[in-house]
T-cell receptor, first 115, second 116 residues
Framework: AQSVTQPDIHITVSEGASLELRCNYSYGATPYLFWYVQSPGQGLQLLLKYFSGDTLVQGIKGFEAEFKRSQSSFNLRKPSVHWSDAAEYFCAVGAPAGNNRKLIWGLGTSLAVNP | ETGVTQSPTHLIKTRGQQVTLRCSSQSGHNTVSWYQQALGQGPQFIFQYYREEENGRGNFPPRFSGLQFPNYSSELNVNALELDDSALYLC???????????????FGSGTRLTVV
């Protein structure tokens, strides 16, 4: 069955500290991979995506993610967290080809940032 | 360039009623997807519309239906509301043919539906 697992429901980090949010997926083939961020009362904003090629992907707001095929993982990282990064983060996967355009989402990781 | 606009932002309905949620796509986008996000959950795919036709549907009953109009705006209709339908409903628009969409989704801020 296709699924996305975000093992950490809630993470708290201090401002300026590094961050890594975990994402593991189960899929028939290597899917397209995404990280989205959702601030309170807001819609979902795309941080970055991986389709193919370089397994280290750069995104907006200083985020990056690394695709590891052997571990079926796509972890999100940021070297220095800012207070404005506090939000809900979702990992999602989508079919790499064909007619299926739906995204399958993890449950999300809630990030709190201490001053 | 405008983004995706959803209306209303909040809505309270009684069990058994019907509701219509609206979505105005980002300019130039011809594909609309609807997602349901229950509290503490990730979004769940309801269905997608491409050029006014349904193109893919998630595991939702027929009382969830939709429309896409020639200007690519869209509606989500839910009949016979149940308490479990309480959720944030997200609309996402994108550009591309069915086979070549690059998942360039732009999400709206959602409609918060509460069923009492």
């Amino acid at each position: 069955a296709q699924s996305v697992t975000q093992p950490d429901i809630h993470i708290t980090v201090s401002e300026g500290a590094s961050l890594e949010l975990r994402c593991n997926y189960s899929y028939g083939a290597t899917p397209y991979l995404f990280w989205y961020v959702q601030s309170p009362g807001q819609g979902l904003q795309l941080l970055l995506k991986y389709f193919s090629g370089d397994t280290l992907v750069q995104g907006i707001k200083g985020f990056e993610a690394e695709f590891k095929r052997s571990q079926s993982s796509f972890n999100l990282r940021k070297p220095s967290v800012h207070w404005s990064d506090a939000a809900e983060y979702f990992c999602a996967v989508g079919a790499p080809a064909g007619n299926n355009r739906k995204l399958i989402w993890g449950l999300g990781t809630s990030l709190a940032v201490n001053p | 360039e405008t983004g995706v606009t959803q209306s209303p932002t909040h809505l309270i309905k009684t069990r058994g009623q019907q509701v219509t949620l609206r979505c105005s796509s980002q300019s130039g986008h011809n594909t609309v997807s609807w997602y349901q996000q229950a509290l503490g959950q990730g979004p769940q795919f309801i269905f997608q519309y491409y050029r006014e036709e349904e193109n893919g549907r998630g595991n939702f009953p027929p009382r969830f239906s939709g429309l896409q109009f020639p200007n690519y705006s869209s509606e989500l209709n839910v009949n016979a509301l149940e308490l479990d339908d309480s959720a944030l409903y997200l609309c996402a628009s994108s550009l591309g043919t069915v086979a070549s969409s690059s998942y360039g989704y732009t999400f709206g801020s959602g409609t918060r539906l509460t069923v009492v």
